[in-house]
């Protein structure tokens, strides 16, 4: 058998994405906040470096996958905690010991109705929440999932930051979006072809409304924080190149960016950029 293999210069197109970056039309949709660089540099001279920040603390959430019952229902638990750097304690507890869980339930049957519950009992805080097909019929699991992750995670970050009192010199790692984009899109009239009505949901309201509150405590404390997707599916960048590239996503492109980086080094860019939304109104309000 003959072996079959795609021709592929990784060198050339390394060469042609560093053009393509120092050359992105940022005059649309889409503007940079900074001027557009990618640097690299040993991890462990950066892991040596002193950072400008007293304090660091970092949220991830754990979350199982969507599980299905015979009976058409659908549940996704997921639970947040905190650590920081250095160690840190609350009420003579560590960190890792507060917890915020999240149970979120999807079911098909006419019975009953849509819940929405959370309350705190000491170190836990526990979000209990169910949607009927009223509100949600098609990709269920994409958003089961998504809202067990934002009502956990969203609600420990308000936790800790706000009994931690937070300041200019502390800085918050979020281990995903700062906002659930993609659950956002279905707010505002996107979810109607799919079957999908979360504005009318209270429950799911009140959930993703927790990263808007999120932000706004961090501006009100003073303190930094930011979010780590590390699969962005995103093609706002290739949105901007003047000749379109092999490249079918962002995560692609800087991929080819780095290419050829040694091993023990770490490469960045500051392609902050800011997507200018056109102002939505509906009947239900802006």
Not at 122 to 151: C, E, F, Q
Not at 186 to 198: K, M, T
Request: proline share 5%; hydrophobic share 40%.
């Amino acid at each position: 058998m003959q072996e079959f293999s795609l021709p592929f210069d990784h060198r050339k197109w390394s060469e042609e994405a560093g053009r393509s970056f120092s050359t992105m039309k940022l005059d649309g949709e889409v503007r940079s906040l900074t001027p557009l660089g990618y640097e690299s540099a040993p991890v462990l001279e950066l892991a040596s470096r002193g950072g400008p920040f007293e304090r660091v603390l970092g949220l991830d959430g754990g979350s199982t996958r969507p599980i299905h019952f015979s009976d058409g229902s659908t549940l996704c638990a997921n639970q947040a905690v905190v650590v920081s750097e250095p160690q840190m304690e609350l009420e003579r507890m560590p960190l890792e010991a507060f917890r915020t869980l999240a149970l979120l339930s999807h079911s098909f049957a006419a019975s009953g109705g849509p819940q929405a519950e959370y309350r705190e009992e000491g170190l836990v805080g526990l979000w209990r929440v169910h949607i009927t097909r009223d509100y949600l019929r098609r990709d269920v699991d994409h958003v089961v999932k998504g809202l067990a992750d934002s009502a956990s995670e969203a609600r420990h970050a308000r936790r800790m930051a706000a009994r931690l009192s937070l300041g200019k010199d502390d800085l918050l790692i979020l281990d995903g979006n700062i906002f659930p984009i993609g659950l956002y899109y279905y707010l505002i009239g996107e979810g109607n072809r799919f079957e999908i009505d979360l504005v009318s949901n209270g429950g799911a309201i009140t959930i993703l409304e927790g990263h808007l509150r999120l932000a706004e405590l961090a501006a009100e404390q003073g303190a930094a924080y930011v979010g780590i997707n590390k699969t962005p599916r995103t093609r706002y960048l290739l949105n901007c190149l003047h000749e379109e590239g092999p490249w079918a996503e962002d995560r692609q492109f800087i991929r080819a960016l780095f290419w050829g980086l040694p091993k023990d080094e770490l490469g960045w860019t500051n392609w902050f950029i800011q997507r200018r939304y056109r102002a939505y109104l509906s009947s239900r309000g802006p």
